[in-house]
């Protein structure tokens, strides 16, 4: 019913930059939060988040670095990623709260995830 498809993972160095993007497509009425998660023991834990009306949330050890934006129109979220360390390789998994239109029911989708490897 609704698909995520991500691009923008791959391998850089310390100190470098990279963009993910993700889009949500599908039979889709609204979506509402659209956000990032990655891999930590036993859970996926949130990297930054941000509501449809642009609100954002971040992960403490991503402050000042990452930042999230989306285009509504496009049903697009987007992760740019600043001064990128070691620490964050992982790989990355987008997440969208969507309402479905043919049921108008809420459920949560997540794309198949994307690998940031960061090398020192």
């Known amino acids: 019913q609704v698909q995520l498809v991500e691009s923008g993972g791959g391998s850089v160095q310390a100190g470098r930059s990279l963009r993910l993007s993700c889009v949500a497509s599908?039979?889709?009425?609204?979506?509402?939060?659209m956000g990032w998660y990655r891999q930590a023991p036993g859970k996926r834990e949130l990297v930054a988040s941000i509501?449809?009306?642009?609100?954002?949330n971040y992960a403490e050890f991503v402050k000042g670095r990452f930042t999230i934006s989306r285009d509504n129109a496009k049903n697009t979220v987007y992760l740019q990623m600043n001064s990128l360390k070691p620490e964050d390789t992982n790989v990355y998994y987008c997440?969208?709260?969507?309402?479905?239109?043919?049921?108008?029911?809420?459920?949560?989708?997540w794309g198949q995830g994307t690998q940031i490897t960061v090398s020192s």
């Open positions: 997440h969208a709260g969507v309402v479905v239109e043919t049921t108008r029911l809420y459920d949560d989708y």
């Open positions: 599908g039979i889709i009425r609204t979506v509402r939060s």
């Open positions: 509501s449809s009306s642009g609100s954002a």
